[in-house]
């Protein structure tokens, strides 16, 4: 018999991160299987933080080290130790730093502390991806005017400027946008002068034209033994803001390169890829059914989606008819949950509310430069 199932417990699982849309999507899945679910959020006005499916939600500063102290001082309240869900990259590298300091209470699922080194800071990946011969567009890095004059006249453009990782303060601050597509060497060293004080060390690179639909994704949950235990592979259909957002419409599909190469279209295709890590961590028996079986079940963001049609019929690229059949067949809501109403609304909300301040406007709108 199991561990968890022999003492009759169930042992928490602790999703960092519920004031975001990772936190309020891991937060549903979980809590399907009916495992009990302590969340911690840093802003106790977000939408997620609605949700009614915790047993508990702690506020604090996730950003920073306090994160650990947090999760520290409610390790000895917990009679298992629990199975954490960083849901943002910046609580990922503060665990990954504290592993030690969590273990005696947690069970932190995380490849070994040079692996999430290099895959949360891009400039670090970048640097292994052109060490190793992998094929990535031209790059440069702005620590300089130098480096940036030096950009402009290297690169082709369009080019795409970015900052080494996400959920950086003092960029988030200034724009709520994660890149910027440039169309000229003016337009770089433009916005390069306005950007440098937001982040250290900017990212430049060539821009690769091409469909939203060309953007593909393979979401896995390795062993300890380093086996994938279950695969999902998907790619976006329409994302948010346009030209550099993240994905408002996605579905799953079959593409043999990307597999060999977290997301809650995997569980509305039948893949229980968090549920998964769960039960491999705690020793529970695996779920039935760990293959894909191509379905094409889709994923929406619907307010973002309708944001993002709105701008591509606008453009002629899009009909109010083709919008309407993209989102037939069998979908997964980001937010939208009839059990868990409340961070919807709430994000509807929160959305006009922001819409009515002209500074907030001004951060999200996608063609301010």
């Known amino acids: 018999m199991s561990s968890a199932l022999a003492n009759g417990k169930t042992p928490y699982a602790i999703v960092v991160g519920l004031d975001t849309l990772n936190g309020i999507q891991t937060v549903r899945i979980l809590a399907r299987h009916k495992i009990p679910i302590i969340a911690i959020a840093k802003d106790p006005k977000h939408h997620g933080c609605r949700t009614r499916l915790c047993e508990r939600i702690i506020f604090t500063n996730t950003a920073t080290e306090e994160l650990i102290q947090t999760l520290v001082a409610l390790g000895p309240e917990l009679k298992q130790k629990a199975v ?8 990922m590298l503060l665990i990954s730093r ?11 699922v995380l490849p070994a502390p040079e692996v999430i080194e290099t895959l949360m800071n891009k400039l670090n990946f970048y640097t292994y991806a052109q060490q190793n011969g992998f094929p990535i567009p031209q790059t440069r890095y702005l620590n300089s005017q130098e480096d940036a004059n030096r950009a402009a006249a290297e690169l082709t453009f369009p080019c795409v400027l970015k900052p080494p990782m996400s959920a950086i303060p003092e960029w988030e601050k200034n724009s709520k946008l994660k890149a910027y597509k440039l169309s000229s060497p003016a337009e770089l060293l433009e916005f390069y002068e306005r950007s440098k004080v937001w982040a250290k060390d900017l990212i430049v690179q060539e821009w690769v034209e091409g469909p939203d639909s060309n953007l593909y994704s393979c979401n896995c949950y390795f062993n300890d033994q380093f086996e994938p235990v279950v695969t999902f592979v998907s790619r976006k259909l329409r994302q948010w803001p346009p030209v550099t957002g993240e994905s408002c419409l996605g579905e799953e599909c079959r593409d043999d390169v990307v597999l060999n190469g977290r997301s809650p279209i995997a569980e509305a295709g039948g893949v229980e890829l968090l549920y998964t890590m769960y ?5 529970l028996p695996l779920p039935e059914n760990l293959d894909q079986s191509y379905k094409g079940v889709k994923w929406v963001d619907l307010r973002r989606d309708v944001q993002s049609a709105l701008y591509h019929i ?3 690229d899009l009909t109010l008819k083709g919008w309407w059949k993209s989102l ?11 059990n868990d109403p409340a961070p919807f609304f709430g994000d509807l909300v ?20």
């Open 328 to 338: 037939q067949g069998k979908k997964a809501h980001a937010l939208f949950a009839w």
């Open 98 to 108: 504290h592993r030690q300091a969590l273990e005696p209470w947690y069970h932190v």
């Open 279 to 283: 039960c491999d961590t705690v020793g």
């Open 350 to 369: 929160r959305a006009a509310r922001l819409y009515m301040v002209p500074e907030e406007r001004r951060h999200r709108d996608y063609r301010n430069l």
């Open 314 to 316: 606008q453009e002629g």
């Open 84 to 91: 954490l869900y960083p849901c943002v990259d910046m609580n």
